[in-house]
């Protein structure tokens, strides 16, 4: 099918521009703001180890299979779970895993962009040194103003938007490929720029024993679902997202080829990400398990008392922005092909529709954190309540359709002829996609639910 059927939006002009495109989308705060505060609170090194197992045999399998659906369907996630249910002999309330993952990226970029203008927020305060001799009172105090402030937030929060909205506009090769191709080499730039200055201060071995050398002692079973949970996040699938790029990829392209490459490095990218972070740490005697302020409220502490920290504070919080925008186009796509191709509009109405709803919706999570922040439901913030919701359960309700979908409804000849590897290769992915991966999302779907 995918040989013969081209998506209406067009497709990446080549498997280098597919691979940038869905690293951008896998590469985000994910790794760049989750990766170091998780590993710091899971004890270093050995949760690395487990978290690079995870990403091996659950979130390669997984993305391989949710490219291979996305190409062999050629529409959004929603359209194609529809084809791809009839053309199996299955269900067609298939389609409804659709609908999960496509709602479920839009309620993530509601509160995702939000993160991302507080990223553009702290550019500005890098750059007119505001972290410049600061101690730990001032630096909260510079976040707690940023989260009392509806009117700085909603600002940031529309910048971004309006940023992302205007690359999805353009297209698949005008817009997605076009931004990808300059954000994602920047970004690693960016980052080897920061390992660099890490390697200079002075916290260097430290970070790295800490990074790298396992003590098992520190695992135990709530580390290990850690792991294997975000190493499925981090990859993002589950949200329509990669299964809307996969259905732009050219039918000669390799999908399992094209996966260990995008799976290796959305990896590279985390890990340098806490080889550039925990030797900065180290160096200025933080707590490198600080939680989610770590980024935001840890490290400008560190970018304040050092040489030159204006500057790579600066260039640290840059990279975050192009992490989440090359997160957040990839996000929104799966919304906008589906407007374009099931209500009849142009791209650019449909990206006005699908942004200005996330927009709203970003609006009303900014309030969660002040004027509305007494507002609870089941002792959650909208802001917290729409994090667990698609985090810990519909991405893995996603993830774990996929694989069943995938792995047990799909025709095995349909399957062979999109992969096109080898019989030990295909009967390998078959295990893993049949077996490994859905039980491991099970287990980590109940720790979410509380009964493991």
């Given amino acids: 099918m995918s040989d013969k059927t081209q998506s209406i939006h067009g497709?990446?002009?080549?498997?280098?521009?597919?691979?940038l495109a869905a690293t951008g989308s896998a590469v985000g705060l994910g790794n760049i703001w989750k990766f170091p505060y998780i590993t710091g609170q899971n004890g270093g090194g050995a949760f690395v180890m487990v978290y690079l197992f995870c990403v091996a045999a659950i979130g390669v399998p997984i993305m391989i299979a949710e490219i291979m659906l996305g190409r062999r369907g050629r529409q959004n996630p929603i359209n194609t779970m529809q084809s791809l249910a009839v053309e199996a002999g299955a269900d067609p309330r298939w389609q409804y895993m659709g609908w999960l993952g496509m709602v479920g990226g839009f309620l993530i970029l509601g509160y995702y962009s939000v993160i991302a203008g507080w990223s553009m927020a702290y550019i500005v305060k890098s750059f007119t040194g505001q972290f410049f001799?600061?101690?730990?009172g001032d630096i909260k105090a510079l976040f707690d103003d940023l989260m009392a402030s509806p009117i700085q937030q909603i600002f940031w929060h529309t910048v971004f938007m309006l940023a992302t909205m205007q690359v999805v506009m353009r297209g698949v090769q005008g817009g997605l490929e076009k931004s990808v191709r300059f954000l994602m080499p920047a970004l690693f730039f960016l980052l080897l720029i920061l390992v660099a200055y890490a390697m200079s201060s002075g916290g260097y071995e430290q970070g790295i024993e800490f990074l790298f050398n396992p003590d098992f002692s520190k695992i135990d079973a709530d580390a290990v679902l850690t792991a294997m949970g975000h190493a499925f996040f981090t990859l993002s699938l589950g949200m329509g997202a990669i299964m809307v790029y996969g259905s732009y990829l050219p039918g000669h392209v390799s999908i399992a080829k094209t996966t260990f490459y995008i799976a290796?490095?959305?990896?590279?990218?985390?890990?340098?990400?806490?080889i550039a972070i925990f030797p900065l740490v180290f160096a200025n005697h933080l707590e490198a398990a600080a939680g989610p302020g770590l980024i935001f409220q840890t490290l400008p502490l560190a970018f304040g008392h050092m040489g030159g920290g204006w500057l790579f504070g600066l260039l640290f919080f840059v990279l975050l922005f192009f992490a989440a925008l090359t997160s957040s186009i990839s996000i929104i796509e799966p919304a906008v092909a589906w407007l374009v191709e099931n209500k009849d509009l142009q791209r650019r109405e449909a990206c006005l529709w699908a942004g200005g709803a996330c927009w709203a919706l970003g609006v009303a999570v900014v309030f969660s954190f002040n004027i509305w922040s007494e507002h609870k439901w089941f002792d959650k913030n909208l802001f917290e309540l729409l994090d667990y919701l698609t985090a810990n359960l519909m991405l893995p309700l996603g993830g774990l359709a996929i694989a069943v979908f995938a792995g047990?409804?799909?025709?095995?000849?349909?399957?062979e002829q999109e992969l096109e590897l080898p019989p030990q290769g295909f009967q390998a992915w078959q295990f893993l996609i049949r077996y490994v991966a859905p039980t491991s999302v099970f287990l980590v779907f109940l720790h979410v639910l509380g009964v493991l």
Avoid: E
């Fill in 408 to 415: 047990w409804k799909m025709k095995p000849a349909h399957a």
């Fill in 133 to 136: 001799s600061s101690d730990a």
């Fill in 264 to 274: 290796g490095a959305d990896t590279i990218v985390a890990l340098l990400a806490g």
């Fill in 11 to 19: 497709a990446w002009s080549s498997r280098f521009a597919f691979i």
